[in-house]
């Protein structure tokens, strides 16, 4: 049986994926990313790769640090490698969204599970999983909780998309006695609306799924299905959207 290793070492986490050339998903890890891209991705390299393993086993590197990685076959973008994980994970699906730490991508998909559009927001972290996760640690809420913060109808529109004032703006609701539920709600609100931003600059095409840190948060993918129009389908895996990617082409070239 062949095998093959890929990364998607982003901004905030390093995830790796062993797949094999018959579909299967051996193994999926990830490690916080930290200031060592080099040093974390072997290190995730070394867990996945199986101990009794004789054959040579190819490795692909996607991500923000995908060129500090060495020993790879190829460096490709996530764009690409986000698309074929997503096709991967969700057979037919016709555009992916990502929200990752540092931005958020908007990508549409062709029948070979390859990308054929994408947009990508611009260095503000406003609208990316760094402004969810800045809320998050001001209002005291652990990532795992957010789900159950979120409701239809609790939420208070910020009027700061800026992180570094969107934190003061987020001090002063807590002290005018807003509850978190409100303004988590308003963060998730902004957040979709950004999304929805870049989206009405291509063409979506259903079924749409989320990829990246908050792929399978239902809270989120209810909130974007709202401001898009469009079902937006929560996604198991889909946090290894990239990695298995990078192992799919680690598999089939690019």
Known sequence: MSLALGLDCGSAYCKGALVSTTGEL????FRQTGWDFSRTGEEILTELRPRAATEYIPVVATGYGRARITGVVATPTEIGCHAR????????????????????KVITVDKRGRAKSFQMNNKCAAGTGRFLDLAL???GVN????????????????????????????????????????????VVTSLADKTTA???????????????????????????????GLEVQPTTHG????????????????
């Open 137 to 139: 640690n001001r209002l």
């Open 143 to 186: 990532f795992s909780k957010l789900d159950t913060f979120l409701t239809d109808n609790l939420q208070i529109r910020l009027n700061s998309l800026c992180v570094v004032f969107a934190e003061s703006e987020i001090t002063g609701l807590l002290a005018e006695g807003r509850s978190r539920e409100e303004i988590l709600g308003g």
């Open 26 to 29: 051996l193994a999926l890890t």
């Open 198 to 228: 870049l989206a009405a600059r291509i063409d979506l095409q259903p079924p749409v799924i989320l990829t990246g840190g908050l792929a399978e948060s239902q809270g989120i993918a209810k909130a974007l299905s709202r401001a898009l």
């Open 85 to 104: 994980g997503a096709a991967r994970l969700r057979p037919g699906v016709g555009t992916v969204v990502d929200i990752g730490g540092q931005d958020t």
């Open 239 to 254: 946090f290894y959207a990239g990695a298995i990617g990078a192992a799919e082409t680690a598999l089939h070239g690019i």
